[in-house]
């Protein structure tokens, strides 16, 4: 009986070791199931992913790339170009200006090429003469020429100079990627080539062509790192472009993918038939593989690569294994150890969990500890860990980079304003000559009325290119926080009928008159800063004036809430023009914004004035806002808040009433290195009946005002030898403000250029150009100065 149930039991003993051995089985087969399936969408994810960060890294290059394109077709050499080869003259090859500006293009096309290691070449080519080259730099390895004579050749043939002049304005024509040829001869490098038009006055007469390593893309990708995956790139024609075997630097020797070799092999035979964006199992190579196929451009639906990702199946499967212990361990315990088991189970548990509590604790006090070891009893803690780990790490270096890019945006500020100063110097010196001798020659020639109107017409377009530039400068100040804001009393209806006064003329030969309606007069005075008020609504009449062609302008002007108490003045520019629709009015006060890109062929400007307009009255805590229909005109309001006053005896200036004052007395001291400049002060100091001497550099005026007893030193801020600057402190040493009046006399007026000419010891900053009237009312307080000195 006893033997009989031992046997009994020993069958049921071996009946449940079978049930748990098959069901064990049937778990570990399920798993086995369940964790290739997990492995194989997972791989898929993981490429697809890789993909994904490939063809958007491409995107931005080429983005990238476009972008400068763009840009070397808006600087104003390549605008000067244009419009030179525009014009058809004969002998255009040797027009001074069309060398001068074809210089200054190659100059930037090198600066280019300097910072983008990946271009190789940058080109103009001109619409005429079959496409000859107008201006090419090359790259040699770290040096850059300057191509220029016979070496310049005709590409008027090439698909790409064909397919860049049939794009609009802004859009950039991308190449399909090629090997590139010099004089018929293949250099061995594939090149992607990049191009857009180059317009006069909406006609191409030229595109602008760079050229770029194609390789040079994927540098970035590949100092980040591929890992375990390798890569294959081929172009539309079935030519492989690159074909790279990828292994991380911390793997060992034996876990680096397949040659390069294999990866032809397999991509060359079997990319057209590869689905895209699905996993495929390879046999040669051993290894998965998932295609996607990127289009380069939007213009030529044939223009793309295909890119091939590759896993060697080796990583794909190694995990499996690690993935079925587990659970074969977990069910061989609870069949030789349950008990064991269950005693252990909460100290396994928890041990690891307060490892990992003071493990983030220590990270979250800015330490990373290395110590991940600790983990290693429990996979996935350590799993978890291990991720905490590589996260604060992440964040680490993302702080850096942070850190980094937060230095690299702050040079580029100090670049851009550098540029802007060297700018506004290079464009106020030849100013400073044209309006001053315009000014000049006017007052000579009063009763000459053909040469007197093309005077003002020079005079007219030069005070456009200053307006101009005076934009550009106050919409840097305006991004950097600089402009400033200074409210005094001033009348009204002076401040606006000054400005009814210089448009009048422009209105008026257009047969667009200019209206004020006002209950205020010249008794009433407001808080104001009058610069920028003027400014602002100068803006706004201008551009009335501009875009009427038939009707007129009208200003009102009116007190708006009560008195002491949101009191505001408020200011309608209204006209008959061509109106706007309501998308462009949506972005009228953007920068760079007009109407439509016709607009600034036909009406010029520079689309900053109304976004000037609006930052300076929101600085005066203020709004301005605009009505208008498309036909039927537009309305600009303007509403300030400022307290109102009224003068009760109304002082007339002395300057309006009387002559232009001579002050013969007066000794001034020029320093000056331009002799353009030189002959335009001088003349102007003459005309106020005083006879100054000229010196050429800040060493020789420091000599000059040891010498002669001087009332006055206009000094230019750069010059040879020794600068204005240096010559106004070695001044000072001798000299107090009080005894010699040095005014700083510059192109360069940029905030900093001012303080730093105060530093130096300067009593005033005079902008060149220099206005006859802002001379007179400095020489008058000079003159000034010295009589209550003398009494």
């Known amino acids: 009986m006893f033997r009989s149930q031992q046997s009994i039991s020993q069958k049921l003993i071996t009946f449940c070791a079978i049930v748990s051995v098959v069901g064990f089985g049937l778990v570990f087969l399920s798993s086995l199931i369940q964790n290739y399936r997990s492995n194989l969408e997972l791989a898929q994810l993981k490429m697809i992913e890789q993909v994904d960060v490939i063809e958007e890294h491409i995107s931005d290059q080429i983005e990238g790339k476009a972008k400068d394109v763009l840009f070397l077709a808006q600087i104003p050499a390549t605008i000067q170009i244009s419009q030179l080869i525009a014009s058809n003259r004969e002998n255009i090859d040797r027009d001074p200006q069309l060398s001068y500006w074809t210089q200054q293009l190659g100059t930037t096309f090198a600066a280019m090429l300097k910072t983008r290691p990946s271009y190789q070449q940058i080109r103009y080519i ?56 010099e004089n018929g001869e293949a250099t061995g490098v594939w090149t992607l080539r990049l191009a857009t038009p180059a317009f006069h006055q909406g006609q191409a007469v030229g595109i602008l062509v760079v050229n770029s390593e194609f390789s040079s893309i994927f540098r970035g990708i590949e100092r980040g790192g591929m890992g375990a995956f390798s890569y294959t790139i081929s172009n539309s024609e079935g030519k492989i472009l690159l074909a790279k075997g990828q292994g991380s630097s911390s793997q060992n020797q034996d876990q680096t993918p397949f040659s390069s070799s294999q990866l032809l092999k397999s991509f060359v035979l079997g990319v057209d038939e590869i689905p895209e964006n699905k996993l495929t199992l390879l046999s040669e190579p051993d290894a998965s593989f998932i295609k996607r196929r990127f289009k380069l451009s939007a213009f030529d639906s044939e223009n793309y690569v295909n890119l091939g990702i590759f896993l060697p199946h080796r990583f794909l499967f190694s995990s499996l294994g690690n993935r079925l212990l587990l659970p074969g361990i977990f069910w061989t315990c609870i069949i030789i150890g349950a008990l064991y088991v269950s005693i252990r189970f909460a100290k396994s548990i928890t041990d690891p969990i307060e490892r990992l509590i003071k493990y983030i604790k220590d990270i979250s006090h800015g330490h990373i500890p290395d110590g991940l070891k600790q983990f290693q009893s429990d996979p996935d803690i350590q799993a978890l860990a291990t991720a905490i780990h590589e996260m604060a790490k992440e964040v680490k270096n993302q702080n850096i980079e942070i850190q980094r890019k937060q230095e690299h945006v702050l040079k580029i500020s100090h ?62 100040k305006i991004e950097s ?40 007069d010249e008794l009433d005075m407001a808080v104001l800063d009058p ?215 510059t192109a360069s007026v940029l905030q900093a250029d001012i303080e730093r000419c105060l530093e130096a010891g300067m009593n005033e900053v005079l902008a060149k150009p220099i206005r006859k009237e802002t001379l007179a009312t400095h020489l008058a307080k000079i003159d000034r100065q010295q009589k209550e000195q003398a009494a």
């Open 481 to 520: 926080g600089e402009i400033s804001i200074d409210p005094i009393p001033c009348s009204i209806t002076k401040t606006i009928g000054h400005l009814v006064e210089l448009h009048n003329s422009i209105a008026s030969a257009k047969g667009v008159p200019i209206e004020v309606k006002t209950d205020f």
């Open 531 to 745: 610069v920028r008020i003027q400014q602002v609504v100068g803006n706004l009449i201008s551009n009335g004036v501009k875009f009427t062609e038939n009707g007129k302008v009208l200003i009102e002007i009116t007190k708006v809430g009560t008195a002491h108490r949101d009191e505001r003045l408020k200011i309608v520019v209204s006209d008959t023009g061509i109106g706007m629709t309501p998308d462009q009015i949506k972005t009228v006060f953007q920068p760079f914004k007009q109407a439509e890109g016709s607009t600034t062929r036909r009406f010029g400007g520079t689309g900053l004035g109304l976004s000037i307009a609006k930052s300076l009255i929101e600085c005066m805590n203020g709004m301005i806002y605009v009505k208008s229909k498309l036909g039927r005109g537009s309305q600009f309001c303007v509403e300030i808040p400022t307290k109102f006053s009224r003068e009760k005896v109304l002082q007339k200036s002395k300057a309006d009433v009387q002559p232009i004052q001579r002050y013969p007395q007066l000794k001034v001291l020029v320093a000056e290195d331009n002799a353009v400049n030189q002959i335009v002060i001088e003349t102007k100091l003459n005309g106020f009946g005083i006879q100054p001497r000229i010196v050429n550099n800040g060493l020789e005026a420091v000599t000059a005002a040891q010498e002669g007893n001087f009332d006055l030193i206009l000094m230019d801020c750069h010059m040879p030898v020794m600068d204005g600057f240096q010559a106004t402190i070695e001044i000072r040493k001798t000299f107090s403000k009080d005894e010699l009046n040095i005014f700083a006399l």
């Open 415 to 476: 670049f851009k304003s550098e540029f802007l100063a060297n700018m506004s110097h290079e464009i106020r010196t030849p100013l400073n000559g044209i309006i001053g001798m315009c000014e000049v020659l006017e007052t000579k020639i009063r009763d000459q009325s053909e040469p007197r109107r093309i005077l003002n017409v020079i005079s007219s377009s030069s005070e456009t290119l200053l307006a101009v530039l005076n934009d550009i400068l106050d919409f840097s």
């Open 126 to 181: 001109g619409l005429n003469n079959s496409g000859r080259e107008v201006v090419r730099v090359d790259r040699n390895g770290s040096e850059f020429k300057v191509i220029s004579g016979d070496a310049l050749q005709e590409k008027g043939d090439r698909y790409y100079f064909k397919e860049a002049l049939k794009i609009e304005p802004g859009d950039v024509y991308i190449s399909r990627i090629d090997e590139n040829y």
